[in-house]
């Protein structure tokens, strides 16, 4: 099974960090980052996609589990 997510922060090294620690975890970048501006800051965006074994999916699957 293929898992998506979409993370989303202020442009800055948080934002960065967490990307590089899902990478580590073994999900890989999908597509090009995004970046808007909500009037104050720089907002990221960078879709994430990870292989799973489990061949169903559910609602209740927890994507911040893998």
């Not at 074994?53 to 559910?58: A, D, I, L, R």
Request: hydrophobic share 35%; with cysteine; glycine share 10%.
């Amino acid at each position: 099974m293929k898992l998506y997510r979409f993370i989303t922060g202020p442009d800055d090294v948080n934002f960065c960090m967490r990307i590089t620690e899902s990478l580590n975890k073994g999900w890989e970048l999908h597509g090009g980052p995004t970046l808007t501006f909500n009037g104050k800051t720089p907002i990221a965006g960078q879709a994430l996609v990870k292989q799973v074994p489990e061949q169903v999916f559910s609602k209740e699957t927890n994507l911040q589990a893998y």
